[in-house]
């Protein structure tokens, strides 16, 4: 029986051999990115039947068919298809694809294991759409921006607490469901996930000296520890950087009950050494922790009798959150967010004396909640009398750099796809102090997608997978300015099957156009204030929620007396002084005629395109 078995195994790899192409490839397997790479090219070739063997180190005898190089481990048979310049150009993250003079093996070069990892990605993608890669051009491909981040709300001690924040409770601890949405992160060059909340520490550590902060047992909190290591570990091992970011001032409901405290704005002594204690505690369990990011609006002070000058803020997260890090077992990534209640000088001054390894991030809402809208910037959450506060890049900064949040508080339902937004909005605001983007929502968690019932259309899982354009436009564009329509067209084709992917684009990217226009026509700040696809607005003079007014939609006098808020936008008032003679515009100007002229004609053309993707008829007569 035992000689049979083994007869068997010869024969079924003998015959899997003979029936699939070999293709082979070098690399090193103790880089996780590299192997993260490998594993879905080697997915990516089984689908069109051909097979991937891997090796270590090169084979003297054979040729591969890839080799990944990196630059400080280059394989001693190389160096004669190598010149100095070849690494020369490439920056952290980028690549270079280079053919052999026998143009038999491409080698995939790169300075790190995450510029390595996208080098065969890019090589996967190309054969899915090739079915081969021995057409593949030699190129070199960098980084657009450093900084590629999605915003994720958590649902545990939420900004906003709803059912909308409850129901993802279960799926946000999964780690199945993290494992998918890293892979679609690492698929768009994403590569940032920062993570947000209240307050953070309960549930990752047991304070030393305040350990009835958390609310959860020995076990409890052993889950939830294993639950984050795991979920830190995936993303370092996919290349991408994890941080924890939360609001102050702010302890849990146990330790406010426990200790003597207020929930929030307590400046008591023992809230800042048990939130600097928790910092450094945080940073010396989680090793796999990339960063620590701090707000310094929302409860310090605003809604107190305590007077909270911005001094004041910057000196408590001076004395919290920068002390803490500094007394940390080893040196993590800083991100201080840039909200109402900062001052620039200030902000400056306390990462001058924060001395820290890497330049601090420093984020800044465009068009506040409301990023999906003008490409042109008009408002920041820093926004003060009128006037956009330039002392935040002006003058240029030594030791952080700029990335902008551009929220999404305007479509969570419908599907969004624009990539000629982003290529302009790129064009606008990549400057010199400008290294990176967030994305993401502040009321949406893309997790459990309760917005669709279960039926036979449904092919996806989670939000994040039907909304899958959203994330890839955004990922890729940031990435590469320059990709191509001809890559998010093939991803349609890749879904839906051949020849379609190029209308369907289309159509996408005209629908996609009619919430920028509302938003960047209908001027809005924080988050409830206008809900473009539901055709919803609060009351901008209070902070009346849309959902407690009597009518939610905005009302046609609402929508003639409102500010735009793209400066080239008029508003129907301005425009009718102009039409009458009294006061009048800018012949370049967007006239709301105009605007609803061209919003009228793309609808029509969109819907078009996509009568045309339906079968015909008399297909089924």
Same mark, same amino acid.
């Given at each position: 029986?035992?000689?049979?078995?083994?007869?068997?195994?010869?024969?079924?790899?003998?015959?899997?051999?003979?029936?699939?192409?070999?293709?082979?490839?070098?690399?090193?397997?103790?880089?996780?990115? /590299?192997?993260?790479?490998?594993?879905?090219? #080697?997915?990516?070739?089984?689908?069109?039947?051909?097979?991937?063997?891997?090796?270590?180190?090169?084979?003297?005898?054979?040729?591969?068919?890839?080799?990944?190089?990196?630059?400080?481990?280059?394989?001693?048979?190389?160096?004669?298809?190598?010149?100095?310049?070849?690494?020369?150009?490439?920056?952290?993250?980028?690549?270079?694809?280079?053919?052999?003079?026998?143009?038999?093996?491409?080698?995939?070069?790169?300075?790190?294991?995450?510029?390595?990892?996208? =080098?065969?990605?890019?090589?996967?993608?190309?054969?899915?759409?090739?079915?081969?890669?021995?057409?593949?051009?030699?190129?070199?491909?960098?980084?657009?921006?450093?900084?590629?981040?999605?915003?994720?709300?958590?649902?545990?001690?939420?900004?906003?607490?709803?059912?909308?924040?409850?129901?993802?409770?279960?799926?946000?601890?999964?780690? @199945?469901?993290?494992? #998918?949405?890293?892979?679609?992160?690492?698929?768009?060059?994403?590569?940032?996930?920062?993570?947000?909340?209240?307050?953070?520490?309960?549930?990752?550590?047991?304070?030393?000296?305040?350990?009835?902060?958390?609310?959860?047992?020995?076990?409890?909190?052993?889950?939830?520890?294993? !639950?984050?290591?795991?979920?830190?570990?995936?993303?370092?091992?996919?290349?991408?950087?994890?941080?924890?970011?939360?609001?102050?001032?702010?302890?849990?409901?146990?330790?406010?009950?426990?200790?003597?405290?207020?929930?929030?704005?307590?400046?008591?002594?023992?809230?800042?050494?048990? *939130?600097?204690?928790?910092?450094?505690?945080?940073?010396?369990?989680?090793?796999?922790?990339?960063?620590?990011?701090?707000?310094?609006?929302?409860?310090?002070?605003?809604?107190?009798?305590?007077?909270?000058?911005?001094?004041?803020?910057?000196?408590?997260?001076?004395?919290?959150?920068?002390?803490?890090?500094?007394?940390?077992? %080893?040196?993590?990534?800083?991100?201080?967010?840039?909200?109402?209640?900062?001052?620039?000088?200030?902000?400056?001054?306390?990462?001058?004396?924060?001395?820290?390894?890497?330049? /601090?991030?420093?984020?800044?809402?465009?068009?506040?909640?409301?990023?999906?809208?003008?490409?042109?910037?008009?408002? *920041?959450?820093?926004?003060?009398? =009128?006037?956009?506060?330039?002392? !935040?890049?002006?003058?240029?900064?030594?030791?952080? %750099?700029?990335?902008?949040?551009?929220?999404?508080?305007?479509?969570?339902?419908?599907?969004? =796809? @624009?990539?000629?937004?982003?290529?302009?909005?790129?064009?606008?605001?990549?400057?010199?102090?400008?290294?990176?983007?967030?994305?993401?929502?502040?009321?949406?968690?893309?997790?459990?997608?309760?917005?669709?019932?279960?039926?036979?259309?449904?092919?996806?899982?989670?939000?994040?997978?039907?909304?899958?354009?959203?994330?890839?436009?955004?990922?890729?564009?940031?990435?590469?300015?320059?990709?191509?329509?001809?890559?998010?067209?093939?991803?349609?084709?890749? %879904?839906? =099957?051949?020849?379609?992917?190029?209308?369907?684009?289309?159509?996408?990217?005209? /629908?996609?156009?009619?919430?920028?226009?509302?938003?960047?026509?209908?001027?809005?700040?924080?988050?409830? *204030?206008?809900?473009?696809?539901?055709?919803?607005?609060?009351?901008?003079?209070?902070?009346?929620?849309?959902?407690?007014?009597?009518?939610?939609?905005?009302?046609?006098?609402?929508?003639?007396?409102?500010? *735009?808020?793209?400066?080239?936008?008029?508003?129907?008032?301005?425009?009718?002084?102009?039409?009458?003679?009294?006061?009048?515009?800018?012949?370049?100007?967007?006239?709301?005629?105009?605007?609803?002229?061209?919003?009228?004609?793309?609808?029509?053309?969109?819907?078009?395109?996509?009568?045309?993707?339906?079968? %015909?008829?008399?297909?089924?007569?």
């Amino acid at each position: 029986m035992k000689n049979l078995k083994i007869i068997f195994s010869i024969l079924f790899t003998f015959f899997f051999n003979a029936s699939f192409a070999q293709i082979s490839l070098v690399y090193n397997p103790e880089q996780g990115p /590299a192997t993260h790479a490998v594993s879905q090219f #080697r997915s990516a070739l089984l689908n069109e039947g051909q097979h991937l063997v891997t090796f270590r180190e090169l084979n003297q005898t054979e040729k591969p068919s890839i080799i990944l190089v990196d630059k400080e481990n280059i394989p001693p048979s190389l160096p004669s298809q190598l010149h100095a310049g070849d690494f020369g150009d490439i920056k952290p993250e980028g690549y270079a694809h280079k053919w052999t003079a026998d143009g038999e093996t491409l080698l995939i070069l790169s300075t790190d294991p995450v510029g390595a990892q996208y =080098g065969l990605l890019d090589v996967s993608e190309y054969f899915q759409t090739h079915k081969t890669f021995k057409t593949l051009p030699a190129k070199l491909v960098n980084a657009g921006f450093e900084y590629r981040v999605v915003k994720f709300n958590l649902p545990w001690s939420p900004y906003r607490t709803s059912e909308a924040m409850d129901v993802h409770t279960h799926v946000s601890r999964d780690l @199945q469901f993290w494992e #998918r949405f890293l892979d679609m992160m690492v698929e768009n060059r994403l590569n940032v996930l920062s993570l947000w909340n209240n307050h953070p520490f309960p549930f990752m550590i047991r304070s030393a000296n305040f350990p009835k902060a958390t609310p959860f047992d020995d076990r409890e909190m052993a889950e939830w520890q294993v !639950f984050w290591k795991s979920l830190f570990r995936m993303a370092k091992h996919r290349g991408i950087q994890t941080f924890i970011v939360n609001w102050n001032i702010v302890v849990s409901p146990e330790f406010a009950e426990a200790y003597g405290a207020k929930e929030y704005n307590d400046l008591s002594d023992q809230v800042k050494q048990y *939130t600097k204690e928790s910092v450094t505690q945080l940073i010396n369990e989680y090793e796999d922790l990339t960063g620590i990011g701090v707000t310094l609006a929302d409860w310090m002070g605003n809604f107190d009798a305590v007077e909270m000058t911005p001094q004041k803020r910057e000196d408590w997260i001076e004395e919290t959150f920068v002390a803490g890090m500094k007394e940390a077992d %080893r040196s993590v990534k800083f991100l201080h967010r840039s909200v109402l209640a900062g001052d620039p000088i200030a902000m400056r001054e306390l990462l001058d004396r924060a001395e820290l390894k890497d330049p /601090a991030l420093v984020e800044i809402k465009f068009n506040w909640s409301h990023g999906h809208s003008t490409p042109k910037l008009a408002i *920041t959450h820093d926004y003060h009398s =009128g006037e956009l506060d330039e002392r !935040f890049w002006n003058p240029m900064p030594e030791n952080y %750099r700029i990335q902008w949040m551009v929220r999404n508080e305007d479509f969570f339902i419908l599907r969004w =796809g @624009q990539p000629d937004f982003i290529r302009e909005h790129i064009r606008l605001n990549n400057k010199e102090f400008v290294n990176g983007y967030f994305i993401g929502s502040e009321g949406y968690i893309p997790a459990v997608d309760y917005s669709h019932k279960p039926s036979a259309v449904k092919t996806w899982q989670y939000a994040f997978e039907k909304q899958w354009l959203f994330y890839k436009v955004w990922g890729r564009l940031l990435y590469q300015p320059n990709t191509p329509d001809a890559i998010f067209s093939a991803a349609f084709d890749s %879904r839906y =099957g051949n020849q379609i992917g190029e209308n369907l684009l289309a159509a996408y990217i005209l /629908a996609s156009n009619m919430p920028l226009r509302l938003a960047s026509f209908h001027r809005s700040t924080w988050d409830y *204030t206008l809900y473009s696809e539901g055709f919803i607005e609060a009351e901008p003079s209070s902070k009346t929620e849309w959902f407690d007014r009597s009518s939610p939609f905005i009302s046609i006098d609402e929508f003639i007396n409102h500010e *735009t808020l793209d400066p080239d936008m008029l508003s129907i008032p301005v425009y009718v002084e102009g039409f009458l003679g009294k006061k009048p515009f800018p012949k370049e100007s967007i006239t709301p005629l105009a605007l609803a002229d061209s919003s009228e004609k793309e609808s029509k053309k969109a819907l078009g395109l996509i009568a045309s993707l339906y079968p %015909r008829a008399d297909a089924y007569s």
